[in-house]
């Protein structure tokens, strides 16, 4: 684990978890989490080096999804974790939700395979290596594919309606934006963007990480807004406000992305 760390960025989050250990169902919560490997408290700790089959839950609506995962360390409260391989039946869409989503892995494929019945499973098997170039290539602390799969960035989703007016009242600055969340609109400025994400500096109702956001960005040439979705990565509090950092889900409608990209390649050159 201690190389893992020192290649991939660990982010908080709490996300329940299930598994057996000797025919006993084990429930416990991820504190952080990374694109290799997660921390977990749980009662009873189990022993390094053993494999468990975890049941976890992103807990904004998507379906469990079952990781094989190596106990790499056990402390006194809680045990650390390597990914190994995810999966899901049925359908990739959680699956792919929780790999790019949640864990910000925009590199690789998820597999599908069939059983004797002909019933569909979709697995990803997590390549440190490649994840380790990724990282290097991009800073991102997030060949052609073989057949029977499905990459993990989505091709097509439903259009938003856009064409409405900035937000008044907006925080100075930058370029407004104006998002949503269960329980409040806010409005905010963003000061940084990437090809997969966003940083926004608001004021107001706060937010939490994997909290899901509709966001609404209005670039300063009159054009019509930008309308995305995406997940809350990492907040980061500021003497007034707060720094938030979103990652852009896999429902986002791919012209919206287009547009966006362009306007974060401008943020980007001087």
Avoid: C
Wanted: no cysteine; net charge positive.
């Amino acid at each position: 684990m201690r190389s893992e760390r020192r290649r991939f960025q660990r982010f908080p989050g709490r996300l329940n978890v299930r598994f057996y250990v000797d025919d006993r169902l084990i429930e416990g919560e991820t504190r952080d989490l990374s694109m290799a490997g997660a921390y977990i408290v749980s009662t009873p700790i189990p022993l390094t080096n053993r494999v468990l089959v975890l049941k976890v839950f992103p807990g904004y609506g998507q379906q469990a999804v079952t990781i094989e995962a190596r106990v790499a360390r056990s402390l006194d409260n809680g045990f650390g974790v390597e990914w190994m391989q995810a999966s899901s039946p049925i359908s990739a869409s959680p699956l792919r939700a929780f790999i790019h989503d949640v864990l910000g892995i925009t590199q690789g494929f998820v597999k599908r395979l069939e059983d004797t019945s002909g019933v569909p499973r979709f697995v990803y098997k997590f390549s440190y290596d490649l994840l380790a170039r990724t990282v290097a290539a991009t800073g991102d602390a997030g060949g052609g594919p073989p057949s029977e799969t499905v990459a993990i960035v989505a091709d097509d989703a439903p259009r938003p309606d856009a064409g409405q007016s900035a937000p008044t009242g907006a925080v100075a600055g930058a370029i407004p934006v104006l998002f949503a969340t269960k329980a409040a609109k806010v409005r905010a400025r963003m000061i940084g963007g990437y090809e997969n994400g966003l940083v926004l500096q608001a004021e107001g109702e706060p937010v939490a990480n994997f909290d899901r956001l509709d966001i609404h960005v209005y670039p300063d040439d009159r054009r019509r807004r930008i309308d995305l979705k995406g997940l809350v990565s990492r907040v980061k509090p500021l003497d007034k406000g707060y720094k938030v950092y979103i990652r852009l889900t896999l429902d986002n409608d791919q012209p919206a992305l287009a547009r966006f990209r362009v306007l974060a390649e401008a943020l980007r050159t001087p």
